[in-house]
């Protein structure tokens, strides 16, 4: 499929058919956050991938009950490990954040590339989820995604978005 296709046609999908997911695409899937880039190639992610059915409603509970992303057969937990050094100015903590963030935009993309559904959600309880799935101290939750073959097509051309003209400007702000 080609790339800017694969881009214009994801969509947050929040309907899921129960059909699994062949392993070796969802190593390709995973592959694609694997191989992403990082600050410093510091690579601060682990993803948790949550089969187990009642693991999976307890983490839509904790999304504020998004009863959603129980539905898909597979939901994907994108975990940062705090950075406590500054390099260069660049960002400090949060740079954890931007890190994980790019590999789950890879994740989320290569999923579509393969026919998957996803949906980024970022309203979670983040100590809820850390102790459902014992996750330690020194890590944080930043992103969770059901991955699942959408019940409905759901691929389709984007929402309303703003104008080209409205978010880039040239030589100055
Ligand atoms: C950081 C972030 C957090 C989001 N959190 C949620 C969420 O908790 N629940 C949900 O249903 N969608 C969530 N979304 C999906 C957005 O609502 C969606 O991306 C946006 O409306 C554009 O629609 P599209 O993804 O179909 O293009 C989130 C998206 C992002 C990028």
Request: hydrophobic fraction near 40%.
């Amino acid at each position: 499929m080609d790339f800017y296709e694969v881009i214009r046609t994801r969509r947050s999908i929040r309907s899921y058919k129960p059909d699994p997911i062949p392993d070796h695409v969802l190593r390709r899937i995973l592959e694609a956050a694997r191989i992403a880039p990082s600050g410093s190639n510091r690579q601060p992610w682990k993803f948790i991938i949550v089969k187990d059915e009642k693991i999976k409603e307890r983490l839509a509970d904790a999304c504020g009950h998004q009863s959603f992303i129980a539905e898909a057969p597979i939901v994907i937990v994108a975990c940062g490990y705090n950075i406590h050094y500054n390099r260069g100015g660049y960002m400090g903590e949060m740079s954890m954040l931007v890190d994980v963030s790019i590999a789950f935009t890879h994740l989320i993309l290569a999923a579509r590339a393969e026919g998957l559904g996803t949906c980024w959600i970022g309203l979670f309880d983040n100590e809820k989820v850390k102790e459902i799935l014992k996750i330690p101290n020194e890590v944080n939750v930043v992103a969770i995604t059901p991955l699942g073959y959408p019940r409905n097509e759901g691929f389709s051309e984007p929402g309303p978005r703003k104008s080209l003209d409205e978010i880039i400007s040239v030589d100055h702000f």
